[in-house]
C-alpha cells in the first residue's frame, strides 16, 4: 500500500496515474474505487458520474504500474497510425464535400461522397476492428463533420451484419454521411454548447431535420437519403421528432442510422465529460432503447459488440482485473468474468461493473 502525505483534489484536476489515498464510495454507500489504486480517465469518469466532487490522493505520488487499456495498446500500433491518416483524409474530404452541398449549392455525387469511407471498410480490416478504431480516436474538433463520418461507417458496417445488399449499402452510407447536415446550419454556440441545453436551445437543435430535409429534397439522390434526413430522430415508441412516428411507419435506414447515430454521440468524448466504456453504452442501451430502437437492428448490433470482447481483460469498479469468459445473453452488458481464480457474474453483482477494457 502506497504512503505518504494526503491531499485533497477536485475530481476536475484528477489526472491519471494519481493514487487514492482513501477509498471512494458512492452516495449509496457502495465502493467505487478501493485505496491505493492509481487513477485512469475511466475511473476518474466513474467517480464523476457518482457526482463525487473531492477525492484523496497521495501528494507527489504516481502509479507506474497502471495497466494500459486495450485502447491505449491499440493507439501504439502502426494499423491503428494508418487508419489515423486514412480517417483525417476522410473527415477532411467529407468536410469539403458537405460545405460545397450547404454553402455553394453543388450537386451531390454519391460515388464521390462515400469513396473515402468506402475505402475505409474495403481494406483489411475487419467490422469489429473499425468500431475499435473509431473509439480509439475520439476527435474532439469537426464535431459535426467527425460524427457523420462515424456514423456513416458504424451504420454501413450494421447493415452488412443485416445482409443488406451492395446497392442498399451504398444508399445507407451516403444516407448516414447526411443525416445531419441541417446541423451545419444550427449556430455554433448551440451545438457546440458545453453543457446541457436549455428547452429553447433544443428547440433550436431539433430545427436540423427539417433544414437538412429541405436542403436535400430536390436533389436528385434516392429518397431513402432523404428520409434518413428528416427521420433520424424518430423513436419506434413515438417518443421521437419530428413527427412523433411509431415503428412500422419509420424506414429501416433510419432505423439503422438512429443506432449509429446514438452510439457514436454515446462514445464520443465531449467537452463536459470523457468518452464512455463500450459495456455502459450497451448497457443504457439495453436498459432504455429496446422500446425506442427497433430489436431486429439494435439486437444484432450489441450482441457483435460485446461478442468482440469475449477473453479480453477487463478493470472492474472495484480495481480488480479480470477476463471476460461468457457473455449473458440476457444481459449483454453484464458478462461473467474469471478474476483470480474467482468466477464473477457480474448479471448478478450489481455493486461490480467494468469500468475499462484492457
Known amino acids: 500500500m502506497q504512503s505518504g502525505k494526503e491531499k485533497t483534489v477536485f475530481i476536475f484536476e484528477a489526472e491519471e496515474g494519481m493514487i487514492l489515498a482513501r477509498d471512494v464510495y458512492s452516495p449509496g454507500g457502495h465502493m467505487i474505487v478501493p485505496q491505493g489504486v492509481a487513477l485512469t480517465h475511466d475511473l476518474i469518469n466513474t467517480i464523476a458520474d457518482n457526482h463525487i466532487l473531492e477525492i484523496l490522493i497521495y501528494d507527489g505520488i504516481q502509479g507506474t504500474d497502471t495497466e494500459p487499456t486495450y485502447f491505449d495498446k491499440l493507439r501504439a500500433t502502426p494499423e491503428f497510425t494508418k487508419f489515423t491518416e486514412e480517417y483525417n483524409g476522410t473527415v477532411s474530404t467529407v468536410k469539403n464535400n458537405l460545405n460545397d452541398i450547404v454553402f455553394r449549392d453543388k450537386e451531390i455525387d454519391v460515388s464521390t461522397?462515400?469513396?473515402?469511407?468506402?475505402?475505409?471498410?474495403?481494406?483489411?480490416?475487419?467490422?469489429?476492428?473499425?468500431?475499435?478504431?473509431?473509439?480509439?480516436?475520439?476527435?474532439n474538433d469537426d464535431l459535426t463533420y467527425v460524427h457523420c463520418v462515424n456514423v456513416s461507417l458504424i451504420a454501413t458496417i450494421i447493415g452488412r451484419w443485416l445482409n443488406m445488399s451492395e446497392d442498399d449499402l451504398n444508399v445507407l452510407s451516403t444516407a448516414a454521411l447526411l443525416h445531419d447536415i441541417g446541423k451545419l446550419m444550427i449556430p455554433e454556440e448551440i451545438l457546440l454548447k458545453p453543457g446541457k441545453l436549455t428547452a429553447a436551445e433544443f428547440d433550436v437543435i431539433k430545427t436540423h431535420v427539417n433544414l437538412g430535409f429541405n436542403l436535400l429534397k430536390d436533389k436528385n439522390i434516392d429518397n431513402r437519403i432523404k428520409e434518413v434526413c428528416l427521420f433520424h430522430h424518430e423513436k419506434c415508441d413515438g417518443s421521437g421528432?419530428?413527427?412523433?412516428?411509431?415503428?412500422?411507419?419509420?424506414?429501416?435506414?433510419?432505423k439503422i442510422v438512429t443506432v449509429a447515430d446514438v452510439y457514436d454521440a454515446m462514445t464520443a468524448a465531449r467537452v463536459y465529460r470523457g468518452s464512455m466504456c463500450p459495456f455502459d453504452v450497451i448497457k443504457i442501451m439495453e436498459d432504455e432503447s429496446f422500446s425506442k430502437y427497433d430489436p431486429n437492428v439494435l439486437l444484432p448490433f450489441i450482441n457483435h459488440v460485446v461478442s468482440s470482447y469475449l477473453h479480453t481483460n477487463v478493470r472492474l469498479s472495484d480495481g480488480r482485473i479480470g477476463e471476460v469468459v461468457l457473455i449473458n445473453s440476457n444481459r449483454l452488458s453484464r458478462p461473467s468474468i474469471m478474476c483470480d481464480g474467482e468466477f464473477i457474474d457480474l448479471s448478478k453483482r450489481p455493486d461490480l461493473s467494468i469500468n475499462a477494457i484492457l
Not at 115 to 132: E, K, M
Not at 241 to 254: E, H, N, R, T, V
Open 113 to 139: 461522397l462515400i469513396a473515402d469511407t468506402d475505402s475505409i471498410l474495403s481494406g483489411s480490416r475487419s467490422n469489429l476492428q473499425v468500431f475499435d478504431m473509431l473509439h480509439s480516436l475520439r476527435k
Open 241 to 254: 421528432y419530428p413527427f412523433g412516428l411509431k415503428s412500422d411507419k419509420i424506414p429501416l435506414m433510419a
